[in-house]
């Protein structure tokens, strides 16, 4: 008979980075990796949330350093990337999980905020990626994408639109990037976070279309992203590269109620 094996889900021993990690989605995925036995950097441009979300990550067992990183400047990126390097010896793992939104209609968004939302999306997505890809051997890029890049959501043209790049370039970087470096992203359902909050609020017809479309008649929790964002980050995920991961309780399946 042979043998059977099977490679744990886990990122226990590994060096993450999360940049635009210390709120929302970001922030969950860093504390999920720290309690599941990593080290974890989780970064963004506010010193008062990095220290914050650094306390919290040593109290799970966490190896962590404070270091404020800005993804639309390829010098901090830098920065970050040969501090990581330095203190750890490695970077195993890079989540970009920036957010920028500007909520306007198509009629009504202008030239700079459609410019910022790029900048901070999908630039600093693809900025984060080009300089740490010089910086790890090996390892795994998990990106953030979005339902809005498969259904229309309106006032979100910019941010939709970006998103929409986000997968063409995970898939692209994924081919360039393998077989050493796995690139693959998470594209969450309606997360409850500081952005949704009083978008999708209980008793809004936006709240009430989420409720019928999914299973459990409601929004998802930061924290239900972290699983599939550990087993892309683990050895587990292999033979995975190039995916764009579903999270979303079934809203996308959805098509009639009988």
């Known amino acids: 008979m042979a043998e059977f094996t099977h490679t744990p ?32 950097v989780a970064t963004s441009r506010t010193p008062e949330r990095v220290a914050t979300t650094a306390d919290e990550l040593r109290e799970l067992g966490a190896d962590t350093r404070e270091i404020t990183c ?9 920065r970050l990337r040969d501090a990581v390097r330095e203190e750890f010896g490695t970077v195993d793992v890079l989540v970009n999980s920036p957010s920028y939104i500007a909520r306007k209609p198509v009629r009504e968004v202008t030239e700079e905020q459609w410019r910022d939302v790029f900048e901070v999306q999908l630039d600093g997505t693809y900025r984060a ?29 910019a941010y939709s639109t970006a998103k929409g790049g986000i997968d063409a370039f995970t898939r692209v970087a994924a081919k360039e ?10 594209r969450p359902g309606f997360i409850q976070s500081d952005q949704t909050e009083g978008t999708y609020t209980e008793g ?25 964002a550990i087993y892309l980050a683990s050895d ?11 999270v979303d309780d079934g809203f996308t399946a959805d098509a009639f109620d009988a």
């Open 129 to 157: 990626t080009q300089v740490f890809a010089d910086g790890m051997d090996s390892g795994s890029v998990i990106n953030m994408a979005s339902l809005s890049s498969l259904i229309a959501i309106p006032n979100l043209a």
């Open 177 to 186: 990037l393998g077989p050493d470096i796995r690139v693959n992203a998470i």
């Open 70 to 78: 800005d993804v639309t400047d390829r010098e901090s990126l830098e």
């Open 236 to 246: 587990a995920a292999s033979y995975t590269t190039g995916e764009i991961l579903t």
């Open 9 to 40: 889900v886990t990122v226990d021993g590994k060096v993450a980075v999360v940049v635009g990690g210390t709120s929302g989605i970001g922030r969950a995925i860093a504390l999920g990796f720290a309690a599941d036995g990593a080290d974890v």
């Open 204 to 228: 809004t017809p936006r709240f009430e279309e989420i409720r019928r479309r999914t299973t459990q008649g409601r929004m998802g929790r930061a924290d239900e992203i972290t699983g599939a």
